[in-house]
């Protein structure tokens, strides 16, 4: 497995399995168990997915030693705070059946998020997680968490695609130490990306789909991706992504992709604030 090193000296697979709208139980839990058999060791989930139960069992079954494993999950915005964040750390680990956690991020630039990392940063202080950090945050949020605390998150996870490829940004968080994740690599479909003539263009000429030809273009940036499929032949397909190598021109071509915009929400939006402040899920 191609891996990347986080600022602490971990090291992180560039490429694994994203649980986010999959919340059905018994679909979660046997995708990610094929995931697993397909080779996936980086499974990345959240409290607010409402899966963490089915991760946890389908790790269980598949027999895959824990150390062989890095599991993600994430803090949801109603957990924000120093006590909260503590008690909901708790209960993912006992969802998930694990004893610690390879990552941990805070999944939201809202509520008492202050309070949330200094949780984190003891939990990492007592070898609870081996990793910490954030999802969704600026490069001015994430500055000022940095400026003002002990410990650099080792990863910040935002939206990255061809249409929102994140240079600037992508270029703080090298210039700071902070790995890149991308969430939503396929853009989950938006603008016909599937379609799309460069994407298409390129993936015939490496005889290849457009989805590998996307998630080898993250991965040669560095950036570590987390697509999701509930097919097992994709899932098959999204991994097996490092036999081939786009050149500097098929690179520079999918730049000129680039929107510089969301296709999702924008997270300076006050409505925006306001609905992730009233998202509140089950624990």
């Known amino acids: 497995m191609h891996t990347v090193t986080l600022n602490n000296g971990v090291k992180m ?7 986010y709208q999959v919340p059905d139980a018994e679909e979660s839990e046997n995708t990610v168990y094929e995931a697993l058999k397909a080779g996936y060791r980086l499974i990345d989930t959240a409290a607010g997915y ?4 089915a991760v ?3 790790i269980k079954r598949s027999g895959v030693a824990r150390e062989e494993l890095f599991i993600t999950t994430k803090l949801w915005v109603q957990d924000a705070g120093y006590e909260k964040a503590k008690l909901a750390f708790s209960k993912s680990l006992e969802k998930l059946q694990l004893d610690y956690l390879d990552l941990y991020l805070i999944h939201m630039p809202f509520g008492d998020y202050y309070g949330a990392w200094r949780a984190m940063e003891e939990l990492y202080d007592e070898g609870k997680v081996k990793a910490i950090g954030v999802s969704n945050f600026s490069s001015d949020r994430l500055m000022d968490l ?8 080792a990863v ?3 939206e990255t695609h061809p249409f929102q490829q994140q240079l600037a940004d992508a270029a703080f968080l090298k210039g700071q130490g902070v790995q890149h994740q991308s969430w939503a ?3 989950e479909g938006r603008n016909n990306l599937f379609g799309n003539e460069t994407l298409v263009t390129i993936a015939q000429n490496h005889n290849k789909s457009v989805a590998q030809v996307v998630l080898r273009w993250l991965t040669q940036r560095e950036i570590v991706v987390i697509p999701k499929s509930v ?3 994709r899932l098959i397909e999204n991994i097996n992504i490092f036999d081939f190598e786009l ?6 071509s999918i730049t000129d992709l680039d929107t510089g915009n969301s296709l999702f929400f924008a997270l300076n939006d006050p409505e925006v604030a306001k609905m992730m402040a009233n998202w509140k899920v089950e624990l």
């Open 13 to 19: 697979p560039i490429i694994g399995f994203g649980l």
């Open 50 to 53: 409402q899966n963490e139960e």
């Open 56 to 58: 946890g069992r389908a």
């Open 146 to 153: 940095i400026g003002h605390n002990k410990i650099v998150p």
């Open 156 to 158: 910040n996870q935002i």
């Open 185 to 187: 690599p396929f853009a």
């Open 231 to 233: 097919r097992k032949e």
């Open 247 to 252: 050149s500097s021109e098929e690179m520079a």
